[in-house]
């Protein structure tokens, strides 16, 4: 009777502990997820299509690197109760805050228009001519938003991010030898050597990996949610369960390409779809889908992030929890930014390779002025009292901003000086 | 026509007007930083300075080269 007591005790403290989860649960998961935008995609299926399974180890290895920073976010939010561009503002004056502000709407502008490019390229795979896609979702995203709360918006979202796990089933459907996944992918190595295209896809997954709108959009959606301090211990667990959904994500994209695609060159996911449909069409039709989330995910975050950083800023009211006459300068700007970047995709002739290739060198520019914002901020004992960056936390995140600076500004580079790494 | 064309220069004249004093009045919000900034912190945004200076230098010599019609 006393096991029975306490089994059903700590069923009972289970069982609320995840409700309590799924009530305050959101931004971390879904920021993460929607990391896996459609650029993240094609970047995954690139890198597996070239070395197989050999890089899911610096994968899984991106996963902590993404937490430490976007912990970060939550424990700003929380205390300061402010978006990120808000705080930049505040704490550092206006040529600090324009920049970041208006370099985060071009650089969130552009990748929008990289989601659109990934969806319309993922539906075409079912016939569905691009002008529909483009009218379909933003309608889709009208709905989502416009239903006039925060709390809805977030678990629709939340429904989304469930899609993204379709790759899963589609690694399974390809019958992966799960010998050679563990032996060449959990092995820390260098396919064929360290050299520059090597080099230059590490880079690159490591710019999927931490963009800058994550920063702003979490730390605006813990704002946007009203957590509180004593929220923050969810928060991080949120971020935790976030990193490794997305971890797991592309790890299982890396399983599927690197099983069908092995030793191609692959420039967009689209292609990839393409020659997989050729040979599996349900595990073509899965990615596809996965595609089109993958763009759907990261269009709805990022116009969002924008809008809010605007809204802060500018003191309009900026809450999913305001109806559109009650904010109707966030919506507008919000509406804007899609239907601008859904336009340009439409533009025939439109140059949406290079605006793709140029949304990495807007990047660079802005990332690690986010990053050090980030660091110096959470350092003031002024803003975050007690919940300011320990010892250790200063460490890790110190040398985390300093590596992705490095390599994302490497990175960046060389989209524009293409033979820099020989 | 002319009345509409009237209206509309009108409607641009002050919304550019607003947009101005809003900007005018951001800058003024926040002149002055909240926060009082440590030796390390001056020195990072001092060091982001340069890297920002430096990289949009880059930037923008790979573009005077591929306008001039360079590789």
């Not at chain 1, 002008?131 to 989502?144: A, D, E, K």
């Not at chain 1, 509180?228 to 790890?251: H, N, Q, S, Y």
Request: proline share 3%; with cysteine.
């Amino acid at each position: 009777m006393d096991l029975f007591s306490r089994l059903y005790f700590n069923y009972s403290k289970l069982i609320k502990t995840i409700k309590i989860y799924l009530l305050l649960a959101g931004p971390g998961l879904i920021v993460m997820i929607a990391d896996n935008d459609a650029g993240g995609i094609t970047t995954y299926a690139a890198t597996g299509a070239k070395y197989g399974y050999s890089l899911i180890w610096f994968l899984v290895l991106l996963g902590p690197v993404a937490y430490f920073v976007q912990e970060m976010t939550v424990r700003l939010g929380a205390i300061t109760k402010h978006g990120h561009a808000e705080a930049i503002f505040s704490a550092f004056g206006p040529f600090w805050g324009w920049f970041s502000l208006l370099d985060l709407t071009l650089v969130n502008w552009l990748t929008i228009i990289t989601e659109f490019i990934g969806m319309t390229a993922a539906l075409s795979i079912f016939g569905i001519p691009p002008v529909i896609t483009v009218l379909v979702v933003i309608l889709v995203m009208f709905g989502i938003v416009l239903s006039g709360r925060y709390w809805t918006w977030e678990k629709i979202t939340m429904a989304f991010c469930l899609v993204n796990l379709i790759y899963i089933p589609a690694a399974f459907l390809v019958h992966p030898s799960v010998g050679d996944v563990l032996r060449f992918g959990l092995v820390p190595n260098f396919p064929g050597g360290f050299n520059g295209t090597l080099f230059f896809f590490m880079m690159a997954n490591i710019g999927t990996t931490i963009a800058p709108w994550m920063i702003f959009f979490q730390q605006s959606a813990v704002v946007d949610k009203q957590m509180k301090e004593k929220d923050i211990p969810w928060g991080k667990f949120d971020t935790i369960v976030g990193a490794l959904f997305t971890i797991i994500v592309a790890v299982f994209v890396i399983i599927v390409t690197g099983t069908l695609l092995y030793g191609m060159n692959i420039e967009s996911a689209a292609q990839a779809i393409h020659v997989i449909m050729g040979t599996h069409q349900y595990v073509g039709t899965l990615v596809a889908i996965g595609l089109f989330d993958a763009g759907f995910l990261g269009a709805i975050c990022i116009a969002l992030t924008s809008s809010w950083a605007f809204g802060e800023v500018f003191g309009w009211a900026h809450s999913l929890n305001y109806k559109v006459k009650e904010a109707f300068w966030f919506y507008i700007f919000f509406f804007l930014g899609l239907i601008t970047a859904g336009a340009v995709v439409l533009i025939p002739g439109a140059p949406l390779v290079l605006i793709t290739l140029f949304v990495q060198v807007v990047a660079v520019t802005l990332l690690p002025a986010a990053l050090v914002f980030l660091i110096i901020l959470l350092n003031n004992e002024e803003i975050m009292g007690k919940y300011k960056n320990t010892l250790f936390e200063n460490i890790a995140n110190i040398m985390i901003v300093v590596f992705i600076i490095v390599l994302s500004t490497l990175y960046g580079l060389s989209t524009v000086f293409p033979n820099l790494f020989g | 026509m002319a009345a509409l064309e009237n209206f509309v220069g009108i409607w641009i004249g002050k919304f550019v007007r607003d947009f101005t004093g809003k900007i005018h009045s951001i800058n003024q919000r926040y002149a002055t930083p909240k926060i009082k900034l440590s030796g390390g912190a001056k020195l990072a945004l001092l060091l982001l300075e340069i890297y920002l200076i430096v990289l949009v230098g880059l930037l923008g010599y790979r573009f005077w080269t591929i306008v001039r019609g360079g590789a």
